[in-house]
């Protein structure tokens, strides 16, 4: 039976991408070596961290003064690298969901932290506007898709000091102004590549202004010096990472995909909101395109497990909520294909009609 991964992360990956890694796993470019046993400085893969790095700046369109880094460490890293780098005296935080709070957490160690906006009291259903982002912060964080919650910031704000963004389960989802922004950063096993890898875009002349020392392998600057090989970097998953962008170019691009994305996403949020048994969990402006939570309706709670299960018998992975929205979450990632989400669509419609 063919199986529908709707896992929230790590996550879904294009099937040629999981194809051309194991390709390379056994024999990579035809050198009879595999990609497992090479040097990391050797031609070969020196290559492809580079063609990685100028399909970064090519998908993304980021401007000149910036550099990709593909580091360890996941996204949890870069929640203590930020303030590590950037907090002299104070930050301000938005905080959208738990990743968004476990980010905040970690400045604290670093000195004085606003938190300018939450939605926690609402359990994170929704983004909050009106905020004012302190002008003697020395940045401002957001997370702008709050993966557990299945929440989105659609558009890129403006921000009056260094604007950070945890951009783990959206980046590559949609075209983003990235002169807006300090660093974007984010684990690459939602939308890229497998787990053991990060990506961190950053504006270079937003470093040297913090008077701590900050250890070397944690400090942007020796990464920008020597091009993300300071040490190992995690070599299978950056070449899964290229093959990833390799894939997205060939489709089209960023605004291509948007584009499925949003269809992708109306599809569902259409089925869920006209069906009797379901309801969506976010306030519709603030819905992502790439994580959609929803829970049965009060008066169908008794069903909840057995549609998990129904689900399940047909093929859908990965769709059980997070613990702390409950009910269910559908993960619908670039590689996602529409048939897959109309698949649980289907499987919807027809557990419906059996009670
Ligand atoms: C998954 C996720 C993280 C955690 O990533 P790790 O690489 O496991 O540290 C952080 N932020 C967001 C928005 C995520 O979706």
Redesign the pocket.
């Known amino acids: 039976m063919k199986k529908h991964n709707f896992s929230a992360?790590p996550s879904i990956l294009a099937h040629e991408v999981i194809e051309k890694t194991a390709q390379a796993v056994l024999d990579f470019n035809g050198s009879g070596l595999s990609i497992l046993e090479i040097s990391h400085r050797s031609k070969d893969f020196e290559a492809v961290i580079e063609e990685a790095r100028q399909l970064f700046i090519e998908l993304l369109e980021i401007p000149e003064g910036y550099s990709v880094l593909f580091l360890g460490g996941?996204?949890?890293m870069q929640f203590c690298m930020v303030p590590f780098n950037l907090m002299e005296k104070k930050a301000a935080y938005l905080t959208t969901g738990v990743?968004a709070s476990k980010a905040m957490k970690e400045a604290k160690g670093f000195g004085e932290v606003v938190e300018v906006a939450s939605s926690k009291d609402a359990n994170y259903t929704f983004i909050p506007k009106d905020f004012v982002i302190p002008t003697d912060a020395d940045y401002f964080h957001i997370?702008t898709?709050n993966?557990i919650y299945g929440t989105e910031l659609h558009t890129d704000l403006d921000s009056p000091v260094p604007l950070i963004a945890?951009m783990?389960?959206d980046i590559f989802s949609r075209p983003i102004d990235i002169s807006k922004y300090g660093i974007i950063y984010g684990?690459a096993?939602?939308n890229l590549a497998p787990a053991g890898l990060?990506f961190v875009i950053i504006k270079n002349d937003i470093l040297g202004k913090v008077s701590r020392y900050i250890p070397t392998m944690l400090n942007y600057q020796t990464h920008i010096n020597e091009a993300s090989m300071f040490n190992t970097p995690p070599v299978l998953p950056i070449y899964s990472a290229l093959e990833t962008l390799r894939w997205m170019k060939a489709n089209g691009g960023v605004a291509e995909l948007n584009k499925r994305n949003i269809v992708k996403a109306e599809l569902l949020y259409n089925a869920i909101d006209n069906s009797k048994m379901f309801v969506g969990t976010a306030v519709k402006e603030d819905r992502s395109i790439m994580n959609v939570c929803f829970v049965m309706k009060p008066e169908y709670k008794e069903f909840e497990s057995e549609f998990l299960k129904f689900a399940t018998a047909a093929g859908m992975d990965g769709i059980k909520g997070h613990r702390s929205v409950g009910g269910y979450r559908a993960s619908i990632y670039n590689a996602m294909p529409i048939e897959s989400v109309q698949a649980l669509i289907d499987c919807m419609n027809e557990f419906e009609k059996q009670h």
């Open positions: 992360g996941g996204a949890s990743w997370t898709n993966t945890d783990s389960s684990g096993q939602k990060a």
